[in-house]
């Protein structure tokens, strides 16, 4: 098989997997992947997970590139609330929620963060399908929750607010029924007074 073959029918797939590879070409001598690293056509990622080594590194790259290497897992946290637009600041690792164990991964590509949550928790995650293969990326009440729910420092008013939300985006994109409803399947107290806390602020905020 040349590389252009293989090129031809694997490109669309962006990061793929030996499994994958499996499933298109039956019986594909693995060390052809060998090769075409030494010469720059692919980059490996992590044991059995490659990468085109000519794709643009973007966002929703490395959104795609997080939602294989650790599965099940969604986009969320510090990067789903960089993404809406919610905190001010580049996030230069993809943080993401795991019903596995908490794990990371250093790549060629940058780290892969995933925070373990419990399996009936793993919800609210919406479906990009803006790039040739959907993304999984936590709706922006969701992110809010993980974050709240998964950083136990957050328990004043200033710890609040040094998340530095941007509160007229806020106010523009979330939806408060729904952020009222996902919070009560975490049956959280902490999360709950966190939310209260975030409250008093965006009302404060209001009022000026």
């Known amino acids: 098989m040349t590389y252009l073959d293989?090129?031809?029918?694997?490109?669309?797939?962006?990061?793929?997997?030996?499994?994958?590879?499996?499933?298109?070409?039956?019986?594909?001598?693995?060390?052809?992947?060998?090769?075409?690293?030494?010469?720059?056509?692919i980059r490996k990622l992590i044991n059995k997970w490659y990468l085109f080594a000519d794709l643009p590194m973007n966002d929703k790259l490395r959104y795609r590139i997080s939602n294989c290497l650790h599965r099940p897992s969604y986009v969320s946290l510090e990067s789903a609330l960089s993404h809406y637009g919610l905190i001010?600041?580049?996030?230069?690792?993809?943080?993401n929620i795991t019903t596995r164990k908490t794990i990371a991964y250093e790549?060629?590509?940058?780290?892969?963060?995933?925070?373990?949550?419990?399996?009936?928790?793993?919800?609210?995650?919406?479906i990009d399908n803006t790039q040739t293969i959907p993304?999984?990326?936590a709706s922006p009440e969701k992110a809010i929750l993980d974050?709240?729910?998964?950083n136990?420092?957050?328990?004043?008013?200033?710890?609040?607010?040094?998340?530095r939300l941007n509160l007229t985006t806020f106010n523009e994109i979330i939806n408060n029924d729904r952020l009222t409803s996902y919070a009560a399947?975490?049956?959280?107290k902490t999360l709950?007074?966190?939310?209260k806390l975030l409250s008093k602020i965006k009302n404060h905020a209001d009022t000026i």
């Open 185 to 188: 399947c975490f049956e959280s």
């Open 107 to 126: 790549t060629v590509a940058g780290t892969f963060n995933y925070r373990s949550i419990k399996a009936h928790l793993f919800f609210g995650y919406e």
């Open 192 to 195: 709950n007074k966190r939310l």
């Open 147 to 150: 974050y709240l729910y998964l």
């Open 6 to 41: 293989f090129r031809g029918a694997m490109y669309s797939f962006e990061v793929f997997s030996t499994r994958d590879i499996e499933k298109v070409f039956p019986g594909f001598d693995t060390r052809r992947l060998v090769e075409w690293q030494q010469k720059g056509y």
């Open 152 to 163: 136990h420092q957050l328990n004043t008013t200033e710890d609040i607010e040094a998340m």
């Open 135 to 137: 993304l999984l990326i």
């Open 88 to 95: 001010p600041e580049a996030v230069y690792s993809v943080q």
